[in-house]
């Protein structure tokens, strides 16, 4: 995330996630599933803005930072009470440091819900460390990662910042890995998104529906092939989504959308974490701009041509 300071106020910008590969190992006592994924930073953003305020209030306002996308669900989707992780973080931070300063947050929402690009864990993740700046609070690394990790699966991987990397247990657990190149992706979300929490419960019935052991099974060596891979387009060998097949049940378009970018030359394409957005990694920017014109006159739904980068 980037931050940037303006008077008494702070800017940031919280980038999306893809999930190149994620594989749930099983399920956990505590109701999570163990998984490994491959988690990458995209150029497409929330922006927030921090304004200080005398009182303990946390008011959050929200507005569709989507300038010609006037329709967007986004904004009416998004709520500014104490469902939104945002809220969530800021009275966590709070509560744990006993802090009585307040703030008004102002979020511009350009990175689609339910559609398993982080945007809700971005926000959270960059309002944990926005507010140890604008608070005073001089909290440590490992304490905002420890109360990341109370609020989601997805806040860990956004506190550093980290361009691509490997991320074990809930989704908390982090492994920075290399990134040589700048990937290109044409993103597409489906007008309907998907419920996190509702394609886990899936992916459960149907590993039990075919006799899968639900056990955390231990990672076989193709899972650790992530690591010799520095190229983009070997990526193609190893993208795969355990929750495909769910999300797919669920959601026809994601099967819609996967199918036309499987139709485009050159493309190594999958979802995304829960769903419902899959991606496209393409040769280079032209490449991008040209499958993405392509998708985008298919009408099946928003698409966004963006690379790797935070
Ligand atoms: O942690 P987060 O709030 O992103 O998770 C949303 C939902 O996704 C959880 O309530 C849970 O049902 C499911 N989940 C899971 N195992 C994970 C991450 C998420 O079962 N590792």
Request: proline share 4%; charged share 20%.
């Amino acid at each position: 995330m980037r931050i940037h300071r303006q008077g008494t106020c702070l800017n940031v910008l919280a980038p999306a996630k893809l999930n190149l590969s994620l594989q749930v190992l099983g399920e956990r006592p505590d109701g999570f599933h163990d998984l490994q994924t491959v988690m990458i930073s995209v150029r497409v953003f929330d922006l927030l803005s921090f304004r200080p305020l005398p009182e303990q209030d946390i008011h959050l306002s929200v507005g569709d930072g989507d300038i010609g996308h006037r329709h967007s669900q986004n904004s009416f989707a998004c709520p500014t009470d104490e469902r939104n992780l945002i809220v969530q973080a800021a009275r966590l931070i709070q509560s744990e440091t006993g802090c009585n300063q307040g703030v008004a947050i102002h979020l511009q929402k350009r990175i689609p819900s339910e559609a398993g690009m982080g945007g809700g864990s971005s926000d959270a993740a960059a309002t944990l460390v926005a507010l140890n700046h604008l608070w005073g609070l001089d909290l440590s690394r490992e304490r905002l990662h420890s109360l990341a990790a109370r609020l989601g699966s997805d806040l860990n991987f956004f506190l550093d910042s980290f361009p691509i990397a490997i991320c074990t247990g809930r989704g908390e657990k982090i492994e920075p890995a290399r990134l040589d190149s700048l990937v290109h992706f044409v993103i597409v979300k489906p007008r309907s998104g998907l419920a996190t929490g509702e394609v886990f419960r899936l992916w459960k019935q149907l590993s039990e529906d075919s006799g899968q052991s639900l056990n955390s099974r231990e990672l076989n060596g193709s899972d650790h092939r992530w690591d010799q891979l520095n190229s983009p387009l070997a990526w193609s060998s190893v993208i795969q989504n355990s929750l495909q097949p769910a999300a797919e049940s669920l959601n026809a378009d994601v099967n819609s959308v996967l199918l036309n970018l499987s139709y485009e030359d050159g493309v190594a394409s999958g979802m995304t974490g829960s769903g419902s957005a899959c991606f496209g990694i393409c040769r280079n920017a032209r490449h991008a701009r040209r499958v993405a014109a392509r998708m985008q006159n298919r009408g099946i739904g928003r698409v966004w041509v963006t690379t790797s980068g935070v």
